[in-house]
C-alpha cells in the first residue's frame, strides 16, 4: 500500500503518494502554496486539501506522514522558525490528527531528508553513522545510525568561532556576502571538521539546493570522512515523511518522533 507523504515548507506544502517498495512517488506531487498567515490551523487546512486530491489511492483513516520545518518531541513543536510564531510549544501531531480525523506522524523537515537518503539515495548502503546536512537559509542536519534516525539534531546551531555556525557557512551567507566557491569553501572546512571532530561519522551527505553543484566546493573540502552530494533532492521531505509514517505503523509505540 501507498503512502502519503507531505512536506510542509516556507513557502510550498508539497505531497504525494509513495510507494516505498521502489522509493519514489505514486502519483505526480501536488504543491499548494503556503498560506501567509502561516498558523497551524491554516497549514491543516492546505493539508487536507492535498489529501483530497489523493482520496482514491489514500484509503480513508490510513496514516499519513508529515514533516515540519522545526524539531518535533513526542508530537510536540518546541520551536519554529520559518512558520508562524502560533506554532512554538504547539502539541501538532495531536491537532493534526484531530483536524484531518487519520493518524499522523510529524517528523522534523531534514530528518526526513536523511531517511529518504539513507533508504534509496546517496547512502543507501551504509551501515554505519551517516551525518546529512541540508546548506540553505541555515544548516538542517540529520543523524541515522544503522539505519535508525537520532531525531531533532539542530548542528547548524554549535557555536564555532563564537558564532552560530549557521550564520556563518550556510548557502544563503554564501550569497548574502558574494562569497566565492572557495571562499566558501573556506567556512564549510571549518564547520565539517568540526563535526567530524565530534561524531566521527562515515559518512556526510550534502543536501539543499546548492548541492546542485557540489563539484564546486566538495572537492575543495578536506576531510577524513566521505562527503557526498545528496540524491534525493526535493523528492526527499515527502518520501521521507512516508518513511516515517511507515515506521510508526510497524513500531505504534513509537508513532511520534522524538
Known sequence: ???LGIDVGGSGIKGAPVDLTLGDFAEARVRIPT?????????????????????????????????VPAPVVH??????????????????????????????????????AGLAEVHYGAAKGNDGLVIMTTLGTGIGSAIIHRGVLVPNAELGHVE???FDAETRAASSIKEKEKLSYKEWAVR????????????????FVVGGGVSKDSEKFLPLLQLRTP???????????????????QDANLHPDSSQAG
Not at 564549510?188 to 559518512?203: T, V
Open 188 to 203: 564549510l572546512q571549518r564547520y565539517y571538521s568540526h563535526i567530524e571532530m565530534l561524531f566521527s561519522p562515515d559518512l
Open 160 to 162: 564555532l568561532d563564537g
Open 227 to 245: 562527503i557526498v552530494p545528496a540524491k534525493m533532492r526535493n523528492r526527499a521531505g515527502i518520501i521521507g515523511a512516508a518513511l516515517a509514517a
Open 75 to 112: 508530537g510536540r513543536v518546541p520551536f519554529m522558525a520559518n512558520l508562524h510564531k502560533s506554532w512554538a510549544g504547539f502539541e501538532a501531531a495531536t491537532f493534526f490528527e484531530d483536524r484531518l480525523g487519520r493518524p499522523v506522524t510529524l517528523v522534523n523537515d531534514a530528518d526526513a
Open 35 to 67: 498560506p501567509a498567515k502561516s498558523s497551524p490551523k491554516n497549514v491543516a487546512a492546505v493539508v487536507a486539501e492535498i489529501i483530497e486530491n489523493f482520496k482514491e489511492q489514500i484509503p480513508a483513516g490510513s496514516r499519513i506522514g508529515l514533516t
Open 1 to 3: 500500500m501507498n503512502i
